[in-house]
């Protein structure tokens, strides 16, 4: 097994969590290796948005770009989930692919126990990631209006919010006329030049790669800046199959395959585990030994468990207004009116509405609709360019039941056991769903929706997963401390969206970045006492 030199720090995953990570200890001095499963990309060569066929080049990079299908594998273990969860590899993880929404959490989210008697609260409040917010959001060159109403930053956002689409405005029509209150969401798009990069031309292929840069990814934002200060090595199409521990029970060194299926280990002082909610606990379970027999930071038996993803209700209408929802940017506005707990409806916690467009092209349009020939035609001519859409997403409590396990029989092709996921809609998830419905078909009726297209929750399709080495105080119930510290393993973090207490209402990515940022300071801070190291420990 070919050994590679120590560095400081080694980082499983490139994304939200490892990106920030890199950037902020390479500039506080350390050396970085950061390994990462798949590809690096080039926009304005990679990605499709330009082209004349840019729906067909949008299915083309979501069927072959961000996967890595030699690993990229999972079974299902509950009735009724055949949904694959989507997962994104390549150089600034899954932001390659992130719709830019980055709102903050609000600060009931951290305190779910206390205010409302399920779940469990976080072992940090909203105050202690405030100013990480803030630092992040000026990263990323944040376009938004502050004073909403639902958590406002204190200061302005670095960059003015977007108008909303004109598709928008219909859904927010309905709002307006319900008494509902909508607000520009933040984007990590750019509504004008920042940092050396351009405005965002609302093309609305963010989901495919953004080509101009415009939108903020960790690629073109974090890893840019580690990279810069020349002590971060970012090694792609490197799969982690394990981490290996010393005789004291800290973890030493990272187990990978490159491109041509070498073995190495990469040895170093501080692993970072940044690899997402899905693989990152694989990891651990598979990195087994006479010291972890469970796993490694498993001696509380919670890494896999307590699997969330937001319950993402799906709504297109149609509506004689003509909006050519295909032009421009595709969303831009949500409510967060029904996030809290309301006695009136026998359910805890809530849900957000965000408005998009529906559907972008003919293509896509006309592949959702059934029938064929004369008949499909005529509806198409119906239809087409009368569409707005809607997507709802509660708040899903986490549940022990809801877990991620290592599959007794099945292996990727690096011989690793696959994840095998078991996530089904509780009691308290059933009855937020019938409120959900009933909620986006009140909107888009006050819209003046004439037909309703569609209208559905599909189980496990959300793209925001959560859970499974989730934060806390006691070592008994939770994988890492309050700064993503394994309470196991001293010298070992899992930083991305598996630290998850609770889910909120708010898309995940900006808090990921803001845990990174608090998780990175406090590494170098204990590094500069000697803390952490390996070396130091013996």
């Not at 909508?182 to 050396?196: H, M």
């Not at 006479?290 to 468990?305: C, E, H, R, T, Y």
């Amino acid at each position: 097994m070919a050994r590679n030199n120590r560095v400081d720090v080694c980082i499983i995953g490139s994304g939200a969590g490892g990106g920030v990570v890199a950037k902020e200890l390479a500039e506080r001095g350390m050396s970085v290796v950061v390994l990462e499963a798949g590809k690096r990309f080039k926009p304005i060569e990679d990605y499709g948005g330009g082209r004349e066929d840019w729906e067909r080049a949008g299915m083309e990079i979501g069927q072959d770009h961000f996967s890595l299908p030699s690993m990229d594998k999972m079974t299902f273990g509950s009735p009724g989930l055949t949904c694959r969860p989507d997962m994104t590899m390549g150089v600034g993880g899954g932001t390659l692919k992130y719709l830019a929404y980055v709102p903050r959490f609000r600060p009931d989210d951290f305190r779910v126990r206390t205010l409302d008697g399920v779940g469990a609260d976080w072992p940090i409040s909203y105050e202690d990631l405030a100013l990480y917010y803030r630092r992040v959001e000026m990263e990323l060159g944040v376009s938004g209006n502050r004073g909403d109403p639902w958590h406002p930053p204190a200061e302005p956002y670095p960059n003015p919010a977007f108008e909303i689409s004109y598709a928008n405005k219909i859904m927010k029509r309905g709002c307006d006329r319900l008494g509902i209150r909508t607000w520009p969401v933040p984007s990590a798009r750019l509504s004008r030049p920042w940092g050396g990069r351009p405005a965002c031309i609302q093309c609305g292929e963010c989901v495919n790669g953004c080509m101009t840069r415009s939108k903020s990814s960790i690629d073109v934002t974090y890893i840019a800046k580690a990279e810069a200060t020349g002590r971060v090595d970012i090694r792609t199409r490197c799969v982690v199959t394990r981490i290996e521990t010393d005789a004291g029970g800290r973890a030493k060194a990272v187990v990978y395959s490159d491109k041509d299926r070498v073995e190495h280990a990469q040895e170093a002082d501080v692993i970072v585990v940044s690899a997402g909610t899905f693989f990152s606990p694989r990891v651990l379970l598979n990195s087994k030994s006479s010291l972890f027999p469970d796993g490694l930071a498993n001696s509380s038996g919670i890494v896999g468990k307590y699997f969330m993803q937001h319950l993402s209700y799906m709504c297109r209408a149609v509506f004689d207004d003509r909006m050519d929802s295909f032009r421009g940017f595709f969303g831009g506005a949500i409510s967060k009116d029904f996030a809290e707990t309301s006695p009136r409806n026998g359910f805890a916690r809530g849900w957000a509405l965000e408005f998009n467009s529906g559907v972008r092209g003919p293509v896509e349009m006309a592949l959702s609709l059934p029938g064929w020939g004369a008949a499909h035609k005529k509806k198409m001519k119906s239809i087409f360019g009368h569409v707005a859409g809607m997507v709802a997403f509660g708040e899903q409590l986490p549940d022990e039941r809801n877990r991620i396990e290592l599959d007794p029989d099945v292996v990727d092709d690096y011989g690793m056991p696959v994840a095998r996921l078991f996530m089904e809609p509780r009691e308290n998830d059933r009855k937020m769903l019938k409120a959900i419905e009933k909620s986006v078909k009140d909107v888009c009726e006050a819209a003046g929706a004439r037909e309703m297209l569609t209208l559905d929750y599909v189980q496990g399709s959300s793209s925001h997963n959560m859970g499974t080495c989730r934060m806390g105080s006691d070592p008994r119930t939770s994988v890492v401390n309050g700064y993503c510290q394994a309470h196991d393993v001293p010298n070992l973090f899992v930083i991305d969206a598996s630290c998850f207490v609770t889910g909120g209402t708010a898309n995940p990515a900006l808090t990921i970045m803001a845990i990174a940022t608090r998780a990175a300071h406090y590494i170098a801070e204990q590094g500069k006492k000697g803390n952490l190291s390996t070396r130091a420990a013996r």
